[in-house]
């Protein structure tokens, strides 16, 4: 069983909580790894890995592709591409604007405003969209 289909969802209803309550910067955070548990999800649900198998891959996998986030990009991506090409293409975009919106909102020193913080909730709907019609989830 897993439960991070369960803080995905948590995440995501805590972006749009944050949102309401203006703390912007926080919200993209949640909008981004609501995104991460699903895929992590995906692994465990349909691509059935266990969860020391993830960590095993996950290890080596940091190190040959520049960090855990892009070696969890690149693992769903591969598995995109021999599903729906084009759907992989959308979430490439779309995930790749999500993890750069992240990056500035937990490690620049810029203001996140509120415009910035729902273009990443819609970012995050839309990958999760493209997720649960590709994979089992």
């Given amino acids: 069983m897993t439960y991070f289909k369960d803080k995905s969802e948590?995440?995501?209803?805590?972006?749009?909580?944050?949102?309401?309550?203006?703390?912007h910067a926080s919200s993209v955070h949640c909008s981004y790894y609501s995104c991460v548990q699903l895929i992590l999800h995906i692994f465990i649900n349909d691509f059935k890995k266990t969860e020391?198998?993830?960590?095993?891959?996950?290890q080596l996998?940091?190190?040959?592709?520049?960090?855990?986030?892009n070696w969890i990009?690149?693992?769903?991506?591969?598995?995109?591409?021999?599903?729906?090409?084009?759907?992989?293409?959308?979430f490439n975009r779309f995930i790749g604007n999500l993890?750069?919106?992240r990056v500035k909102a937990d490690y620049k020193n810029i203001p996140i405003?509120?415009?910035h913080s729902k273009q990443a909730l819609?970012?995050?709907?839309?990958?999760?969209e493209l997720l649960k019609e590709s994979f089992s989830v």
């Avoid at 948590?10 to 749009?16: E, I, R, V």
């Avoid at 996998?61 to 986030?69: D, V």
């Fill in 122 to 128: 819609s970012y995050a709907n839309t990958i999760i």
């Fill in 73 to 90: 990009r690149n693992q769903i991506l591969r598995e995109f591409f021999t599903r729906d090409y084009n759907a992989g293409t959308d």
């Fill in 99 to 101: 993890m750069n919106a």
């Fill in 61 to 69: 996998g940091s190190k040959n592709e520049n960090g855990y986030h």
């Fill in 10 to 23: 948590s995440n995501l209803k805590s972006a749009g909580i944050l949102i309401s309550n203006n703390h």
């Fill in 113 to 115: 405003e509120e415009k």
């Fill in 52 to 58: 020391d198998q993830i960590n095993q891959e996950s």
